[in-house]
């Protein structure tokens, strides 16, 4: 009977499975177990000979056959081949049957076939974990790099499970809480290596993903861990089958579901930041390699985990290999990217075959209010807004590396004071901050708009990848040609941007515009451009400093010439934003009730879409690809004012100029005369708001 009950929810999955990416139902045939079990570990030593031989130095067969059996200690090829090739080929199976695995367990614990390590944020919590160790525990960073990512890996994953709210939290908003968190833990981590430039500077090639090995050191002390984790979750496989069953039904079949899934997320966290501790953040394996498990009809635990990993090392030395195949070309290239280039188009794909949900769709959370906040007039919130950006943007003419005092600084804006009174004023502070102003509020009301056609509170500018594509476009021309004018840099990021949102209109328009799989199919090209601009930077050597600057967002040294390149975008397209607001407004009662009114949803979705992708676009030429304030401004605009999207524009892009003026006030002022860039700022002093705003979205269905 229970077997019977096992096999039924294999093949159906739950409620939440059906409103993702489903699979076929069935079992294993025979010869899909042969290709898995028998093809697999033979697809494994093939691809591992190959791996061994790829490199600067000539490598053939024979001599991988004497390093084995026959070693010459005086031969070099062969110390190559045992002391640095065949590491490399062993850790890339070993990380990716931790990565596959870690993914098997976290997408049958949250019932969502998007949960990996990656999109989780675990990754990202162990790199950061590794970095604090580094710069600020050295000993215990470089003799136990595997405590510190576990306990990154495990705050980060708890942070999404515990803000998450709910047991059978919707796959759109896990991911796109993951997604974010991410970014949050990211710019952290840019921050820190900024600051600490010289503890840091080994860790770029790293922080991307890579196989690298310079002896057995990684290999050994990572695959008994492993192996007990894996060995550990066969053992009870059949408690995981269970898990994706109702939970009254398990129950009732006598088994301990809290402790079934304590200790899958433990050991998701653990295998993941083992591996994460070796070859550094890798996403996507974690995701790869249980869905395509999933599509031969693997489903019982107790076969899905070890295909898992032998598969999950599959792809990831797969991956690998093509870094050691393109090297000649391209140079060294972080096997991460690689795997993000590979995935990304999977994610695409599984999209397609996503069945749309009214939970994932819902509201973008226009209700969350913070008590006796919802009492404040509309009025009053914008005057209280207004009055504060006057302060700030006083503030920042007043303050700097040099300090001036009210009346200097006002006698310099008329015309009066000293020579160098008046550059600073009026050629340095005045147009940086006229720049951080429009940056914001172009960035708040794209967030605003882009929330309101993925119905969800969680989207940004960043998170879908309009930000990361502006990104990569500057940075591709930043990079190949750097003798360029750096006036063509702006250019090249706008049209980086808008290809980015071409692109998920066209992914999206099939069957129509739907808010999930925009945020989705958004979350493929981000991950998709971050890739490439992880390879570039990686690929800069000695100027990643320099480039590390212009991601993170800065508003350093703009001048006027930026603020003409930036200013006619604003003037143009903030307006049309408050014209489509309305509309977005009569979307949110239900695509037939607008339909009904003579609104036509999918384009409203379109029109807003690409108003909030321009919008983002010239920011992010102009400043960087600053982050959050698409994500922070319409929410703390909607807490003060929670009805009508016209009237959250306007807040909106008064508290987005507000927030990066501030930013760029502190990032110059707090550690001058060094500067943080405005974008870092933002994140981090935004985290604890971006905390309650999971905190508050999880709480509720959006």
Known sequence: MIRRKLEVAAASGTPEQA????????????????????????????????????????????TIREALFHLDPEDPLQQIVRGVRMPRAVMGLVAGAALAVSGVLLQTLTRNPLASAGTLGINSGAYLAVIVSAIFFPSLGSSSPLLSASLGGLLAGGIVFLLAGSKRISPIRLALGGMALSLVLSSITGTLQLLYENETSGLFLWGSGTLVQNDWHNPASTWGWIAGGIAISLGFSRNL???????????????????????????????????????????????????LLRLMGIRRHLLLLPAAAIWGGVVLMTADLGVLVLEPVFGILPAGAVTALLGAPWLVWLVYRMKPSRGDVQGSGSGMTLGWLRRVPYGAAVLTAVLLLAAGFLAGLMLGSKTLTLPETLSALTGGGSKLVRYMVIDTRLPRLLVACLAGASLAVSGALLQGVVRNPLADPSVIGITSGAGLGALTVMMLVPGLSAAFVPGTAFLGAMACAAAIYLFTRKGGVEPAKVALIGMAISAFCAAGIQALVVKAQLRVASLLVWLSGSTYARSWDELQMLFIWPLALLPLAWWIARRLDLLALGDAAAIGLGVKPDRVR?????????????????????????????????????????KLTVLAALLGALFLLLADLVGRTVLAPKEIPSGLVVAVLGAPYFLWLMKSAGSRRT
Not at 616 to 630: E, I, Y
């Open 606 to 646: 379109a029109l807003a879409g690409l108003i909030g992708a321009a919008l983002a676009a010239s920011a992010v030429a102009t400043v960087g690809t600053v982050g959050f304030v698409g994500l922070l401004a319409p929410h703390a605009a909607r807490v003060l004012a929670p009805s009508g999207t016209r």
């Open 241 to 291: 089958d269970i898990l994706l069953m109702d939970e009254a039904v398990g129950r009732s079949l006598g088994q301990r579901i809290a402790l079934t899934r304590t200790l899958s997320v433990l050991l998701a966290v653990l295998l993941a930041s083992v591996a994460v501790s070796a070859v550094g953040p890798i996403g996507f394996v974690g995701l790869l390699a249980p869905h």
């Open 19 to 62: 409103q993702t990416p489903s699979v076929p139902a069935g079992h294993a045939s025979r010869g899909v177990l042969f290709i898995v079990f028998l093809a697999g570990p033979l697809l494994l030593l093939l691809i591992g000979m190959v791996q061994i031989t790829q490199g600067t130095a000539d490598v053939r067969l024979g």
